[in-house]
């Protein structure tokens, strides 16, 4: 089959961008991409883009009314469809078996009922999403269960992009992994999608597997990342217990090539929607499986990002005389990395609410997600100013939390004249010079490495 329509539904941090490069890659192929959420599809229409993302505009405005589309009408694009890509969200279930674990998989069994429903002919479903082992198996069920004449066959191509530079990273992947079944149609259809991918990535990096291992990589990918981070953050408390300096540590086991260079920089500990949910479910099947040992190996992941964070907050307190209490605290960054506006599970949302526990005053500032802020921290009685500048006068302490280059290029001088004395810095991202900012008059906490403090 050559593939003319494809069909993506979720218009979220990854279908937006996954497709809308697909439709700059492959004009001769439609891309519509359908959301439930009408303001985020009229807001795809617009140059006022519902997720912040460099180069995603230049490469929406490239496709966009060419033959990449937005609508919230699911049915009738379902109707067309030769491919559809399930790109909707997947997050740890809140309620009843496996609550705070387990994937919600609420919104994918919803897509494969509509995909049912308003099919017109047989199609590949492509799970996009990240999903637990072994859930193409319930999908067929879903899928060809009741009276639909058609054949589906449901491929796992899961996304790797990193927000922040997910536009390079669908342009120019490592790989990109597809897995089917091992039968002639699931063959088939693996070759349909990598004929896609084809017209801009080489074969060696378009990897085909069976649908288990595709479905596991991803759960086993982040897991891998995340434990990185937290490795090294679990070295950084020991660094600052011991003289030794983090960066150094980091960068001379770097250099081990068994080892290699990233994410091995130690701080307030990693957020996004993605890492905590995807071990968590990783340790809940291993679990389901009778894989204690295995579960409890990758629960000690996070439990490492939730002790960084509450380590930090308890050394703001304990450095500034035991008490925060109606002292102003200004968060620089609130997003959970640089260069996006996602604040989902950032560090700073917990670090901030457990400064307002403690009754400081709190002052958030971010260049491109305070909007999010104002929704994670409703009813908070915190300050959100986008000003740095602003946001830092009168402070008794200032932590960065989130690694935005303004923030490394900010005059500290001028930061320190307008603060209370003595002005604390928390470097919740190393990425200031300690020293320099010493020398202005700061008392200088930064992750992994002794303080300076007169
Ligand atoms: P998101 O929450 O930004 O977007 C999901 C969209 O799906 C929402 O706009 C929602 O309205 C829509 N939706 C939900 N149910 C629907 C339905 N029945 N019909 C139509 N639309 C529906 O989520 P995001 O971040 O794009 O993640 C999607 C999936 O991709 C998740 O499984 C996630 O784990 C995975 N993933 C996310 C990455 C990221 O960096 N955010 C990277 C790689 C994978």
Same mark, same amino acid.
């Given at each position: 089959?050559?593939?003319?329509?494809?069909?993506?539904?979720?218009?979220?941090?990854?279908?937006?961008?996954?497709?809308?490069?697909? @439709?700059?890659?492959?004009?001769?192929?439609?891309?519509?991409?359908?959301?439930?959420?009408?303001?985020?599809?009229? @807001?795809?229409?617009?140059?006022?883009?519902?997720?912040?993302?460099?180069?995603?505009?230049? =490469?929406?405005?490239?496709?966009?009314?060419?033959?990449?589309?937005?609508?919230?009408?699911?049915?009738?694009?379902?109707?067309?469809?030769?491919?559809?890509?399930?790109?909707? !969200?997947?997050?740890?279930?809140?309620?009843? /078996?496996?609550?705070?674990?387990?994937?919600?998989?609420?919104?994918?069994? *919803?897509?494969?009922?509509?995909?049912?429903? +308003?099919?017109?002919?047989?199609?590949?479903?492509?799970?996009?999403?990240?999903?637990?082992?072994?859930?193409?198996?319930?999908?067929?069920?879903?899928?060809?269960?009741?009276?639909?004449?058609?054949?589906?066959?449901?491929?796992?191509?899961?996304?790797?992009?990193?927000?922040?530079?997910? %536009?390079?990273?669908?342009? !120019?992947?490592?790989?990109?992994?597809?897995?089917?079944?091992?039968?002639?149609?699931?063959?088939?259809? %693996?070759?349909?999608?990598?004929?896609?991918?084809?017209?801009?990535?080489?074969?060696?990096?378009?990897?085909?597997?069976?649908?288990?291992?595709?479905?596991?990589?991803?759960?086993?990918?982040?897991?891998?990342?995340?434990?990185?981070?937290?490795?090294?953050?679990?070295?950084?408390?020991?660094?600052?217990?011991?003289?030794?300096?983090?960066?150094?540590?980091?960068?001379?086991?770097?250099?081990?090539?068994?080892? &290699?260079? /990233?994410?091995?920089?130690?701080?307030?500990?990693?957020?996004?929607?993605?890492? *905590?949910?995807?071990?968590?479910?990783?340790?809940?099947?291993?679990?389901?499986? &009778?894989?204690?040992?295995?579960?409890?190996?990758?629960?000690?992941?996070?439990?490492?990002?939730?002790?960084?964070?509450?380590?930090?907050?308890?050394?703001?307190?304990?450095?500034?005389?035991?008490?925060?209490?109606?002292?102003?605290?200004?968060? #620089?960054?609130?997003?959970?990395?640089?260069?996006? &506006?996602?604040?989902?599970?950032?560090?700073?949302?917990?670090?901030?609410?457990?400064?307002?526990?403690?009754?400081?005053? =709190?002052?958030?500032?971010?260049?491109?997600?305070?909007?999010?802020?104002?929704?994670?921290?409703?009813?908070?009685?915190?300050?959100?100013?986008?000003?740095?500048?602003?946001?830092?006068?009168?402070?008794?302490?200032?932590?960065? #939390?989130?690694?935005?280059?303004?923030?490394?290029?900010?005059? +500290?001088?001028?930061? +320190?004249?307008?603060?209370?004395?003595?002005?604390?810095?928390?470097?919740?991202? !190393?990425?200031? !010079?300690?020293?320099?900012?010493?020398? %202005?008059?700061?008392?200088?906490?930064?992750?992994? /490495?002794?303080?300076?403090?007169?």
């Amino acid at each position: 089959m050559s593939i003319k329509e494809i069909v993506c539904i979720g218009a979220g941090y990854v279908g937006g961008p996954t497709m809308s490069v697909i @439709a700059e890659k492959c004009p001769h192929i439609n891309v519509t991409v359908v959301d439930l959420n009408e303001d985020r599809i009229k @807001a795809w229409q617009t140059d006022d883009l519902p997720i912040y993302e460099p180069e995603l505009l230049d =490469v929406v405005k490239v496709a966009r009314g060419r033959n990449l589309f937005f609508s919230t009408e699911i049915e009738k694009n379902i109707a067309k469809a030769d491919v559809v890509f399930v790109s909707v !969200n997947t997050p740890t279930k809140t309620f009843g /078996k496996g609550a705070g674990v387990a994937a919600n998989l609420e919104f994918i069994g *919803k897509c494969a009922r509509s995909i049912r429903k +308003y099919a017109k002919r047989d199609l590949i479903v492509v799970e996009k999403s990240t999903l637990p082992v072994r859930t193409a198996e319930a999908l067929e069920k879903i899928l060809h269960s009741g009276e639909s004449d058609y054949h589906f066959e449901v491929l796992s191509n899961p996304e790797f992009l990193a927000e922040g530079t997910a %536009i390079n990273d669908l342009q !120019n992947p490592d790989r990109v992994l597809i897995g089917g079944r091992e039968n002639e149609t699931g063959q088939k259809a %693996i070759a349909d999608l990598v004929e896609i991918y084809s017209n801009w990535v080489s074969p060696e990096k378009i990897l085909t597997t069976n649908t288990w291992s595709s479905e596991l990589s991803k759960l086993v990918a982040n897991a891998f990342l995340a434990q990185r981070v937290s490795s090294i953050n679990s070295i950084s408390a020991l660094c600052e217990k011991t003289e030794a300096d983090i960066t150094e540590v980091s960068k001379a086991i770097s250099m081990d090539s068994r080892i &290699g260079a /990233k994410f091995l920089n130690a701080s307030v500990g990693f957020g996004g929607s993605c890492f *905590k949910k995807d071990i968590l479910n990783l340790v809940y099947i291993c679990r389901h499986y &009778g894989l204690n040992e295995v579960a409890d190996y990758w629960d000690q992941v996070v439990i490492m990002n939730d002790y960084q964070q509450t380590r930090f907050v308890d050394k703001i307190i304990a450095t500034m005389f035991n008490t925060v209490s109606d002292k102003k605290i200004t968060a #620089l960054g609130f997003a959970f990395k640089a260069n996006t &506006g996602d604040t989902r599970e950032s560090p700073a949302i917990i670090i901030v609410k457990q400064l307002v526990e403690e009754r400081a005053r =709190v002052y958030v500032s971010d260049p491109k997600a305070l909007k999010q802020a104002k929704h994670d921290l409703d009813g908070l009685d915190v300050v959100l100013e986008e000003d740095p500048y602003e946001a830092c006068k009168g402070a008794d302490a200032v932590c960065i #939390l989130t690694e935005w280059q303004a923030y490394k290029d900010l005059d +500290y001088k001028k930061i +320190y004249a307008n603060m209370n004395k003595p002005a604390f810095i928390f470097d919740g991202r !190393n990425i200031i !010079n300690p020293q320099e900012l010493y020398e %202005i008059g700061f008392n200088v906490y930064p992750i992994g /490495k002794a303080a300076l403090e007169r």
